[in-house]
């Protein structure tokens, strides 16, 4: 069975350009969550989304976005990016919706660097 | 809101050492508890997990129990290995469709 595949795995792009991420859960996962991760603040929360709708949003400016299709892969959009944009995205999948108490599971996830 | 407080460490231990993780919670409703570790340049993987109250989650030789009396899921392993070296990470989810992680504790195993 294929686990989270999140691609690219690495990019490279210039303050205020836009960059999207692309996340494909396990298959007959309904739920997929991003987060950031970076050294000085650490696994922050962005966004989760079931069944094609977000269900909750973590503290990040509008600049970040997804969306979720009807097959449940997602992706994640992050606008006029800023140097301190630099970060691992992690991308996360899991049968229902989080809160139900099911396995969360993580891609290996994708390295931004913002230059 | 809900947080999840743990030792940051780092922590360094020699081979066959006893390792404590502390972790602390605050959550409303009844949290699901997670521990994830994650080695260098890769993602998280689930270590162990537990849904209710007095559940203990284990996995590879790590232990963890869910104590609603002290709010803790504290990780514990016997005897650690220089392949345990990693950061580990304590997370909890509740009713509000949101993953709340700790800040990791570091561990590193010397030979």
């Known amino acids: 069975k294929a686990g989270v595949t999140q691609t690219p795995r690495y990019l490279i792009k210039t303050r205020g350009q836009q960059v999207t991420l692309s996340c494909s859960p396990i298959s007959g996962h309904r739920s997929v969550s991003w987060y950031q991760q970076t050294p000085g603040q650490g696994l922050q929360f962005l966004f989760e989304y079931f069944s094609e709708t977000q269900r909750n949003k973590g503290n990040f400016p509008g600049r970040f976005s997804g969306r979720q299709f009807s097959n449940s892969r997602s992706e994640m959009n992050v606008s006029t990016l800023e140097l301190g944009d630099s970060a691992l995205y992690l991308c996360?999948?899991?049968?229902?919706?989080?809160?139900?108490?099911?396995?969360?599971?993580f891609g290996e996830g994708s390295w931004l660097t913002v230059v | 809101g809900n947080s999840v407080t743990q030792m940051e460490g780092p922590v360094t231990l020699s081979e066959e050492a006893f390792l404590t993780i502390n972790c602390t919670y605050t959550a409303t409703g009844y949290p699901s508890l997670f521990w994830y570790v994650q080695y260098p340049g890769e993602g998280l993987q689930l270590l162990l997990k537990?849904?209710?109250?007095?559940d203990k989650g284990s996995n590879k030789g790590f232990e963890a129990t869910y104590r609603k009396e002290t709010t803790s899921f504290h990780l514990e392993k016997g005897s650690v290995q220089v392949s345990d070296s990693a950061v580990y990470f304590c997370?909890?989810?509740?009713?509000?469709?949101?993953?709340?992680f700790g800040a990791g504790t570091t561990v590193t195993v010397r030979a």
């Open positions: 537990a849904t209710k109250a007095d």
């Open positions: 996360a999948s899991s049968l229902e919706a989080l809160g139900s108490g099911n396995t969360i599971y």
């Open positions: 997370a909890l989810t509740t009713n509000d469709y949101k993953l709340s």
